[in-house]
């Protein structure tokens, strides 16, 4: 008789999104009249930039002619999509990545959970709490967090590093040593984001300790302040200790076009075998990558026209959230994040849990944010809103939540 | 320190189609002058079909404007994709599928990989023997296949099927019980396929023995025959042992645009556990959707007009099968396949191993096949023509055997 993986019947009641899609879908279905404004998750509502529809529409024609139709894709992915990433994203920042070390893919939530494969199941992670879910999700699934513990909302083998108004919502070393460490920056949920010396603390703590930091810069394009690294590589030493996940939902709205990708440098070894070598086993036996099209629409982003139209709608994302937190303190709330990053997090206010404060905001302005709590034990007491939905309705979301 | 997933170091050699890829590149380097066919890998090259074309470009033009834009997509895929798969690919063969049933994902070699996450390292496998590499390769990773023995080319935990001349390249029903069985029909690499009446063999054993069946139907489209299944699912007790795995790539041209699905029937229960529940939480776990444009595609591809134009596809390619077997044929070789799939097996002439009959063809007729070996050791002594290539090549290449 065949044998399931147990595993997954310790994950916790189900994706933190999908079970908030739940509750809205119910709480719409009973209050047909109102008015929900979703600064949930983070899902963006500008439209794709026009270099992009071009390029596009240009590809999608070189698919119906059999002299320039494109079948499977090179394994690593396209090169004239892998060399615009090197020179834009890498080489323009004083970093050197080869082409080989950068892999195309559907998106870095696929590659977040995928990369867990290429490492043994005896393996401590680290993760800083409250965080994006799916890292310690698919380490359930894969048999690396113990047991969930009820009493503190936690698994027992994972090393949590509590990210609160306490640490100004940056992570501190971890007591204990971990073998792998996720880290976000700018982050997700909290919207706080670190300076390059700090990374470098990371950097440095990781090579010494023979940890590997896996590295997620999906909001990397929110950066404001001159700071903080755009990548890990930016940190002496990364290249020997770091896998940078990086995408393309956020920066060009990519968040139903999936297109992302990860960077594993040679030199990154563990008793001599090349990360790197490993992944490309994987890349290439388990995905068939990018479509064409969708490869094309990348390359777009990185054209001159690209740059201007997505910088625009990080601009427009990026007043949102400055709308957000303006309101937010106006109306005596505490707030954080924002400033180098989409997400905007706040104190729940009169000692509401989160998922009571998420019902309360649902029940009387129709807003629909995220709770902190969904993250992990140390988001208990905090909220997320995000910076990504129209101007019009962030607007109006702030003045209702003025209004309560 | 962390420590990687060892499996990944018994893998051998690479994927056999980057290996052969190494090989042509490396022969075309030494022979610019040499016109090189390849009826070598599975890749498509007629372009996408005009239904398809038109679709996608009304696609791009939705996420040009706010108002039709599309981001995350539903966990399982959009409806209007679930629904036309329901309707044309089962109710109209006399199957019921429940839309929740169906998974819409990026491609069939992603599933057929992805699909192991949701059973036990401790299950024994059971594949067809030659058999498409992937199956074998993600049990590798995931540790279920035992150690590689050189002596028989064969790993020590996998119970091997093998699929001969004697056999009529159809599996046996093996004397040791398997947990996990590999089932792909029209077969890749023979060509051969089986009748329902024998189908259904292989549901009742998997019922009785407790074993699930993974079912590829990827080359569904290819079948001409009457008796021959196109869903696992028209036998009778498929849903309590079976989940299938289907593919617009070649069905369609999909190859470079990547679109697939799987179906897992909610009876399909392991001590109470639905599959199809832990694989709809990897999905919304370790998955973000294929893309909105994509699935718009795929959705064509169901049209009265994308109905026409894709079978008139499968019929040219269908007819490069039949030029390929009447060709070898009357240069002697002994065929087999090409009717109900667009694979031709031969056997290689004067005992010659299925890699010394790849350089002989690679050298002497510039022409690029699979070499049977690549595909398991019963694969040693046959080769892999595919019919993907236009009908002027393929014509070409035959030419040149015949003259070899």
Redesign the interface.
Known sequence: ??????N??K?QG??LF?NIAKKVAAFKSENPDKEVISLG?G??????C?AV?EA??KA??E????ET?????P?LGYEFLRSAIRKNDYLARGVDIALDEIFIS??A??DS??IG???????RIAVCDPVYP?YV??NV?AGRTGEFVKATESWSNVIYMPCTKETNFAPELPKETP??IYLCFPNNPTGSTITKDELQKWVDYANQ????IIYDAAYEAYISEDNVPHTIYECEGAKTCAIELRSFSKNA?F????LGFTVIPKELE??G?K?NA?WA??H???????????QRAGEAVYTEAGKVQTKEQVAYYMNNAKTIIEGLKSAGYSVSGGVNAPYVWLETPNGMSSWEFFDYLLANANIVGTPGSGFGPSGEGYFRLTAFG?YENTLKAIERIKNL
């Open positions: 008789m065949y044998k399931i993986n147990e997954y019947l994950l189900s994706y999908s998750i899902d963006v509502t500008q439209p794709l026009p529809i596009m529409h999608v024609d698919m119906a002619n059999a139709f494109h079948g499977y894709a394994d559907d998106g939530k696929s959970g995928n494969d290429i490492f043994s199941k005896d393996n799916v999700d698919t699934m073998d792998i300790v023979g940890a590997v709205g968040t139903g076009t999936r563990s008793n075998t990360l490993l086993r994987r290439g036996t388990k995905f068939n990558g990018a479509p064409y099209i969708i129209t």
